[in-house]
T-cell receptor, first 113, second 115 residues
Framework: AQSVAQPEDQVNVAEGNPLTVKCTYS??????LFWYVQYPNRGLQFLLKYITGDNLVKGSYGFEAEFNKSQTSFHLKKPSALVSDSALYFC???????????FGPGTRLSVLP | DAGVTQSPTHLIKTRGQQVTLRCSPK?????VSWYQQALGQGPQFIFQYYEEEERQRGNFPDRFSGHQFPNYSSELNVNALLLGDSALYLC??????????????FGPGTRLTVL
């Protein structure tokens, strides 16, 4: 069965500093990995995905993520955090049998001015 | 280009009642998935509709049912509501089937409160 872990409930970072939000996964078969962001009282917004190819994926709003097969990780990163990046971040995984998304529990990112 | 829309925004029901939530997919999308997001948790997959049929189902009881219409819009029905059904219900649309590589785009959700 597929599963996703986001080991940190909360990540605090100062504005202008780099940020990392961690995600590890477990799937049978090849993983398809996604990051979404959720602002208060809103639905989820797509940030980026890894399907195949280059392990470094670039997405919306300056975010990127690195796929590491040996560590089964897909950490979200941004070189310079903005206060407006403060939100709830979800990692999700599917396998190549087309099963539906399994989401992690979410990580709350707070960027402090 | 309209994104995914959901109605209503908020809904209050009492235990035992029935509720219907509605979703219109993003333009050009033909697949609709429904998720339940309890407070403080990640979304959990309920089911997916494609070509007006339920294609996949998560671990939810039969009280949860759905429908997809020829215009690809969808409804989620929940019967015999329980307090534990209180959650944000999210609809997501995609262009499928694509073996799992498709991106799902989410609507703003319907907040259901069961009293």
């Amino acid at each position: 069965a597929q599963s996703v872990a986001q080991p940190e409930d909360q990540v605090n970072v100062a504005e202008g500093n780099p940020l990392t939000v961690k995600c590890t996964y477990s799937v049978s078969g090849n993983p398809y990995l996604f990051w979404y962001v959720q602002y208060p009282n809103r639905g989820l917004q797509f940030l980026l995905k890894y399907i195949t190819g280059d392990n470094l994926v670039k997405g919306s709003y300056g975010f990127e993520a690195e796929f590491n097969k040996s560590q089964t990780s897909f950490h979200l990163k941004k070189p310079s955090a903005l206060v407006s990046d403060s939100a709830l971040y979800f990692c999700a995984v599917r396998d190549n049998y087309g099963q539906n998304f399994v989401f992690g529990p979410g990580t709350r990112l707070s960027v402090l001015p | 280009d309209a994104g995914v829309t959901q109605s209503p925004t908020h809904l209050i029901k009492t235990r035992g009642q029935q509720v219907t939530l509605r979703c219109s997919p993003k333009s050009g999308h033909d697949t609709v998935s429904w998720y339940q997001q309890a407070l403080g948790q990640g979304p959990q997959f309920i089911f997916q509709y494609y070509e007006e049929e339920e294609r996949q189902r998560g671990n939810f009881p039969d009280r949860f049912s759905g429908h997809q219409f020829p215009n690809y819009s969808s409804e989620l029905n929940v019967n015999a509501l329980l307090l534990g059904d209180s959650a944000l219900y999210l609809c997501a649309s995609s262009l499928g089937p694509s073996g799992g590589t498709d991106t799902q785009y989410f609507g703003p959700g319907t907040r259901l409160t069961v009293l």
